[in-house]
């Protein structure tokens, strides 16, 4: 079975920085892109940041030059780095992973996998 673990949420002021961490666990064949969403309070998800397995990323515009994303693909662990924070930052941060689990019958998917969301507070 395959899990998304995040860490490194918290409670930060105006221009403030955190780290977010996901790591991957279980039975993994392999890890293709990996991305981190957010939802606001009356909001749908929206996409953040991803990366490919080759390092490639991409940012919604409200956080490109304050969010950096990058991955450790020896310890199947994704990161965003969140610099220069806003009270509109503020939301439940999830991470995603297209992931090919091992299966006695080989490898299959890649599938969607979701982490659990950890809480970025952006607040004086």
């Known amino acids: 079975q395959v899990q998304l673990v995040e860490s490194g949420g918290g409670l930060v002021q105006p221009g403030g920085s955190l780290r977010l961490s996901c790591a991957a666990s279980?039975?993994?064949?392999?890890?293709?892109?990996m991305a981190w969403y957010r939802q606001a309070p009356g909001k749908e998800r929206e996409l953040v940041a991803g990366i490919s397995s080759g390092g490639t990323t991409n940012y919604a515009d409200s956080v490109k030059g304050r969010f950096t994303i990058s991955r450790d693909n020896a310890k199947n662990t994704v990161y965003l780095q969140m610099n220069s924070l806003k009270p509109e930052d503020t939301a439940v941060y999830y991470c995603?992973?297209?992931?090919?689990?091992?299966?006695?019958?080989?490898?299959?998917?890649?599938?969607?996998?979701w982490g659990q969301g950890t809480q970025v507070t952006v607040s004086s």
């Open positions: 995603n992973g297209a992931i090919s689990p091992k299966t006695v019958f080989g490898p299959y998917g890649p599938y969607d996998y």
């Open positions: 279980g039975s993994i064949f392999s890890i293709n892109a």
